[in-house]
């Protein structure tokens, strides 16, 4: 298991070779590699900013505050490009290499598969807390931070050789959603509020003295040849989301169900930084790349869940789905390529008056 994690790692850091091609012909397929991964992740990101709201009530009579709110979102693997058919290396396929490497192992063989090509998982968990303002207002706020000394001890624990590498982790979320409400909720009626939100994602995660030999505890031998990378490796992302939401709750004894549809604009940067050194026998040659992706996309996203009531104390358990995701161009919109491909489950605690 501890050689599927470290070529996980190293799907973020190299690509394939052939000592038929010249060296330089490495750095194309790694920036085919990176450009994919981000382009991969980037997507899945909005989704994971978003996941662990658990207020299930459409209006806030005074305040609420949220114990760790746990989410779990998914996505279709983080990089197809390793898929077969998907790209033309020009140099040895990297899929290959990870076979090579990983041998008659088939269970680490495939968890990478399905990690790289049919299924990602993303962890979130968040605290929060919401407020009555007047004239039927309201305010939540929620967010998340995940030291990066944490994820250093367990990326020490499941590959040894790491603390050489010099690894740096960082991530934040930050969320604040103001809501007006419509309609109160009554015996008659259910509440409605309306509300505009507002959400921020940073992520990295790089090596300043990145080798491929301390990653993996050893040489990588390819056809009788030990393959080193040297140098400096870094991936930077953040997340931007604006959005409106409609939600719509309503009280029956102590269950109280709801739904909520959200319209979420994303504007994402992601910045790749390489400064590497491969070497093979004698031959050496310089990696250095810094790409940087910009992504604008437009998603229709749907929460549905319900609170169990336990006087103050409200449990939530949800599911928010993305209906549509279509790339935001106004010179070419085209409703024919909106497809959805998110998905969240979050649960946890509140206590609210």
């Not at 790349?289 to 996309?297: A, D, F, L, S, V």
Request: net charge negative.
């Amino acid at each position: 298991m501890k050689k599927c994690i470290s070529l996980l790692l190293l799907v973020f850091f190299t690509a394939s070779f052939s000592f038929s091609v010249d060296l330089n012909g490495f750095a194309t397929d790694f920036e085919a590699l990176m450009n994919n991964v981000t382009r991969k992740i980037s997507p899945a990101l909005q989704m994971n900013s978003l996941s662990g709201n658990i207020i299930g009530d459409a209006t806030i009579d005074k305040f609420v505050f949220t114990f760790p709110a746990i989410g779990i979102s998914t996505s279709d693997g983080i990089a197809s490009i390793l898929e077969p058919g998907a790209y033309e290396w020009s140099l040895i396929s990297f899929p290959e290499l990870i076979e090579s490497q990983l041998g008659l192992e088939d269970s680490d063989l495939d968890i990478m598969n399905m990690i790289e090509t049919r299924l990602m998982v993303y962890p979130s968990i968040k605290i929060g807390f919401g407020f009555a303002l007047p004239k039927n207002f309201d305010v939540i706020m929620t967010g998340m931070v995940i030291p990066g000394a944490a994820v250093s001890k367990v990326i020490e624990t499941a590959v040894d050789t790491s603390k050489d590498l010099d690894i740096s982790f960082g991530f934040l979320n930050f969320g604040i959603e103001a809501r007006k409400t419509i309609i109160k909720d009554s015996r008659k009626t259910p509440a409605l509020s309306l509300g505009l939100l507002y959400n921020y994602e940073g992520f990295n995660l790089g090596s300043n003295q990145f080798s491929l030999s301390g990653l993996t505890g050893e040489k990588m031998d390819i056809e009788g040849e030990e393959l080193e990378l040297e140098g400096i490796l870094a991936f930077d992302t953040r997340v931007h989301n604006f959005g409106g939401t409609v939600h719509l709750s309503k009280h029956l004894l102590f269950f109280t169900p709801y739904i909520k549809l959200s319209g979420i604009w994303q504007h994402s940067v992601a910045n790749n930084t390489t400064d590497l050194t491969v070497t093979i026998a004698s031959d050496k040659t310089n990696i250095k790349t810094n790409p940087e992706i910009i992504i604008n996309q437009f998603s229709t996203i749907v929460t549905t869940g319900f609170d169990i009531d336990i006087f103050a104390f409200k449990f939530n358990i949800n599911a928010m789905i993305d209906l549509a995701r279509f790339d935001l161009d106004l010179g070419g919109f085209d409703f024919g390529v909106m497809k959805g491909r998110g998905f969240s489950l979050n649960t946890g605690f509140r206590l609210q008056f």
